[in-house]
């Protein structure tokens, strides 16, 4: 799995760093989104898939 963002998109809504926040954070200033392992190992591919459904702005996306 690799992990791609439109962090133009992104509004700061932060669920994916509250969902998985081994693989996502959010920045200080703006609080938009920050990929911290663009290539999560197989245990957090289930938070990453349900961070991905959870961004109110669907700017997650990812490549298997």
């Known amino acids: 799995m690799r992990v791609v963002v439109d ?3 992104c509004r700061g809504a932060g669920l994916c760093a ?3 926040p081994e693989v996502f954070d959010q920045t200080e200033d703006d609080g938009t989104v920050v990929v911290l392992d ?3 190992p197989q245990e957090l591919h ?3 898939r349900r961070a ?4 109110p702005n669907a700017v997650i996306s990812l490549e298997e």
Do not use: D, K, S
């Not at 991905?52 to 961004?55: D, K, P, Q, V």
């Open 7 to 9: 962090v133009g998109r």
């Open 18 to 20: 509250l969902t998985a």
């Open 38 to 40: 663009p290539a999560p």
């Open 46 to 48: 289930v938070a990453v």
């Open 52 to 55: 991905a459904g959870l961004c």
